[in-house]
Nanobody, 116 residues
Framework: QLQLVESGGGLVQPGGSLRLSCAAS????????IGWYRQAPGKERDLVAT???????DYADSVKDRFTISRDTAQNTVYLQMNSLKPEDTAKYYC???WGNGRHWWGQGTQVTVSS
């Protein structure tokens, strides 16, 4: 079993910043990758950013240069630093990871709302 627990969402004004955290119940070195997807109402769940066990990162074009994914391997935690937030970043953000014969695991999600 793998558990992913997100925190850090909330309401922020346009141009503001938030940091999301995802705590994994296993060493993140055992995960093929871990990262974030988001889903806005009425839309599909889309990639935001991921980081592999080797440290390679991948970002959606819409968040490059604004969002940064990082990890604390001692705490088995991954972070998503979100700067210069826009109303279109409003969504529920889900932590996800691949572990155990290619299986994908998901957290419960944390809401991010960007509004004035």
């Amino acid at each position: 079993q793998l558990q992913l627990v997100e925190s850090g969402g909330g309401l922020v004004q346009p141009g503001g910043s938030l940091r999301l955290s995802c705590a994994a119940s296993r060493s993140i070195f055992t995960l093929t990758y871990i990262g974030w997807y988001r889903q806005a109402p009425g839309k599909e769940r889309d990639l935001v950013a991921t980081i592999t066990y080797g440290g390679r990162t991948d970002y959606a074009d819409s968040v490059k240069d604004r969002f940064t994914i990082s990890r604390d391997t001692a705490q088995n935690t991954v972070y998503l630093q979100m700067n210069s937030l826009k109303p279109e970043d409003t969504a529920k953000y889900y932590c996800t990871a691949e572990w155990g014969n290619g299986r994908h695991w998901w957290g419960q999600g944390t809401q991010v709302t960007v509004s004035s």
